[in-house]
């Protein structure tokens, strides 16, 4: 079957590796080449959500982030280029006794959801990697991945299976879209409003090299030690913006996190990003058909937790492409989409 992906940020790289290596004849169409938008960020933090309030939206993002470890490694595998993926494992800081006694009973909670595949506990700080309290929450789930190097890795892979990544060519088969913030501010629900919005990101990276220790969580920021000897710190999340350049505000950010990690403190910025992410209005991913459009479908929305959310994504809209089997979440599906209406 040939398959059409309109987008080749994460979700549309993943769902053509998905679909490729099921044996589909892959095409992905990026007036902008891949990785071109949010997806090519520094950052790369994979983070579960709390073991506590369960729900179908942090179930799915589990299933995927423990899948994780062997779809990757096949990407890395089948394309001959790194991801830059390893579960490193996160830390964060425990600052009262109050936090203390909710970091115990998500321990416990993540005994039971996390289904010993991983560990939630409470531990003393590392002396030389240490988000400024003695006392941590580190959880084994928790990994870290190169945005832009997945984002080729994905690539390579697709086209060693002989999928084709372009800028452009006329629709074959089935078409998905993962347009990222632009496509989904244009899709409407029954009411006439917006499905979701983009909100600007901006972060950096260190010359630092803490590549074997975990990633830190503090201050609301993620702090990633990635493979390569650099270390990514981000990031904001700006509703109003002019343009998808850095500013002022990151040197906001930079100075919150040098205060909160002092082992950052005199390490070499080399290079500062910005980019506009994809924010469906449920917060959640938006996976499905296309109402109203028959042979078009949807994966947009990975608003902070693309990457980890990819490969579950991926191969979930692949079922449903190839075979028509549906078993995406209620609170990802596009059922909530206005039947799609040509332009005039």
Same mark, same amino acid.
């Given at each position: 079957m040939d398959v059409t992906i309109l987008g080749a940020g994460i979700f549309g790289l993943a769902c053509g590796w998905a679909l490729t290596r099921r044996g589909a004849r892959v095409r992905i169409v990026d007036p902008n080449g891949p990785a071109s938008g949010s997806s090519g960020g520094t950052v790369g933090a994979l983070a579960p959500h709390v073991p506590e309030q369960?729900?179908?939206?942090? *179930?799915?993002?589990?299933?995927?982030?423990?899948?994780?470890?062997?779809?990757?490694?096949?990407?890395?595998? %089948? &394309?001959?280029?790194?991801?830059?993926?390893?579960? +490193?494992?996160r830390l964060q800081p425990i600052p009262d006794d109050a936090a203390l006694i909710r970091a115990e009973t998500r321990a416990a909670h993540a005994r039971d959801l996390w289904r010993g595949a991983a560990t939630w506990r409470v531990e003393s700080a590392p002396e030389d990697w240490s988000p400024g309290t003695d006392r941590v929450i580190r959880d084994t789930l928790t990994a870290r991945i190169h945005p832009a190097r997945a984002c080729d890795a994905l690539l390579c892979a697709i086209r060693a299976r002989g999928g084709d990544v372009t800028t452009q060519? @006329?629709?074959?088969? @089935? %078409?998905?879209?993962?347009?990222?913030w632009q496509g989904l501010r244009d899709m409407r629900d029954a009411r006439g409003r917006t499905m979701g919005t983009g909100v600007k990101g901006q972060a950096a990276l260190l010359q630092l090299d803490r590549r074997d220790m975990p990633q830190l969580f503090v201050d609301?920021?993620? %702090? %990633?030690?990635?493979?390569? &000897? +650099? +270390? *990514? =710190?981000?990031?904001?999340?700006? #509703?109003e913006f002019d343009d998808a350049l850095p500013d002022a505000r990151?040197?906001?950010?930079?100075?919150? $996190?040098? $205060?909160?990690? @002092?082992?950052? #403190?005199?390490a070499r910025v080399i290079r500062r990003w910005a980019g506009i992410r994809p924010r469906a209005r449920s917060r959640a991913p938006l996976l499905?058909?296309?109402?109203? #459009?028959?042979?078009?479908? =949807?994966?947009?929305?990975?608003?902070k937790i693309g990457?980890?959310?990819?490969?579950?994504?991926?191969?979930?809209?692949?079922?449903? =492409?190839?075979?028509g089997r549906d078993h995406i979440p209620p609170a990802f599906a596009t059922t909530e989409l206005a039947p799609w209406t040509p332009p005039d």
């Amino acid at each position: 079957m040939d398959v059409t992906i309109l987008g080749a940020g994460i979700f549309g790289l993943a769902c053509g590796w998905a679909l490729t290596r099921r044996g589909a004849r892959v095409r992905i169409v990026d007036p902008n080449g891949p990785a071109s938008g949010s997806s090519g960020g520094t950052v790369g933090a994979l983070a579960p959500h709390v073991p506590e309030q369960w729900n179908e939206k942090k *179930a799915f993002q589990l299933d995927s982030l423990l899948m994780a470890d062997a779809w990757w490694a096949e990407v890395a595998q %089948v &394309g001959g280029s790194d991801p830059g993926y390893a579960r +490193t494992g996160r830390l964060q800081p425990i600052p009262d006794d109050a936090a203390l006694i909710r970091a115990e009973t998500r321990a416990a909670h993540a005994r039971d959801l996390w289904r010993g595949a991983a560990t939630w506990r409470v531990e003393s700080a590392p002396e030389d990697w240490s988000p400024g309290t003695d006392r941590v929450i580190r959880d084994t789930l928790t990994a870290r991945i190169h945005p832009a190097r997945a984002c080729d890795a994905l690539l390579c892979a697709i086209r060693a299976r002989g999928g084709d990544v372009t800028t452009q060519a @006329p629709p074959q088969g @089935p %078409v998905l879209h993962a347009t990222g913030w632009q496509g989904l501010r244009d899709m409407r629900d029954a009411r006439g409003r917006t499905m979701g919005t983009g909100v600007k990101g901006q972060a950096a990276l260190l010359q630092l090299d803490r590549r074997d220790m975990p990633q830190l969580f503090v201050d609301g920021l993620h %702090v %990633v030690p990635h493979a390569d &000897g +650099t +270390t *990514a =710190i981000g990031s904001t999340s700006e #509703r109003e913006f002019d343009d998808a350049l850095p500013d002022a505000r990151l040197d906001d950010l930079l100075t919150r $996190a040098f $205060a909160a990690v @002092p082992a950052l #403190r005199g390490a070499r910025v080399i290079r500062r990003w910005a980019g506009i992410r994809p924010r469906a209005r449920s917060r959640a991913p938006l996976l499905g058909p296309w109402p109203g #459009r028959p042979g078009h479908f =949807i994966a947009n929305g990975g608003f902070k937790i693309g990457f980890g959310m990819a490969p579950k994504v991926a191969e979930v809209m692949a079922d449903l =492409i190839l075979e028509g089997r549906d078993h995406i979440p209620p609170a990802f599906a596009t059922t909530e989409l206005a039947p799609w209406t040509p332009p005039d």
